[in-house]
Nanobody
Framework: QVQLVESGGGLVQAGGSLRLSCAAS????????MGWYRQAPGKQRELVAT???????NYADSVKGRFTISRDNAKNTVYLQMNSLKPEDTAVYYC????????????WGQGTQVTVSS
C-alpha cells in the first residue's frame, strides 16, 4: 500500500519561510517523478514544482526563484523549501508521486495547510 505523508505546513508571516516534507512508502521512490501541487479556496489545484528521478526540476512561474524542490532517495522523501512567502501562496499543498513500476499510477498525499499572513 502506497502512502504519502506531508508535513511542515503552518502559519507564517509574509516574507518568511517554510519547508514541506513528503515521506513515501510502499513504492519504488527513486523511480518516481515527485511533485508538489497546491489548491487555494475556490481555485483549481495547480502545479507548484516537480522533480524527476534524475533530479530534473520544473517550477510554476509564480514560485520560480522562491521555492526549491529536492529529493532524498535514501529517505524516500521529497522536500519543498519555500522562501519569501506571499499571502497568495496560501493554500493546501499536496504531494504527488507518479509511479512507473510495477504499474503506472499516480498517488496523492492528504495535504498540508500553508497560510501566509500579510
Amino acid at each position: 500500500q502506497v502512502q504519502l505523508v506531508e508535513s511542515g505546513g503552518g502559519l507564517v508571516q509574509a516574507g518568511g519561510s517554510l519547508r514541506l516534507s513528503c515521506a513515501a512508502s510502499g513504492t519504488i521512490f527513486r523511480l518516481n517523478v515527485m511533485g508538489w501541487y497546491r489548491q487555494a479556496p475556490g481555485k483549481q489545484r495547480e502545479l507548484v514544482a516537480t522533480i524527476t528521478a534524475g533530479g530534473g526540476t520544473n517550477y510554476a512561474d509564480s514560485v520560480k526563484g522562491r521555492f526549491t524542490i529536492s529529493r532524498d532517495n535514501a529517505k524516500n522523501t521529497v522536500y519543498l523549501q519555500m522562501n519569501s512567502l506571499k499571502p497568495e501562496d496560501t493554500a493546501v499543498y499536496y504531494c504527488k508521486s507518479e509511479q512507473v513500476f510495477p504499474r503506472k499510477v499516480d498517488y496523492w498525499g492528504q495535504g498540508t495547510q500553508v497560510t501566509v499572513s500579510s
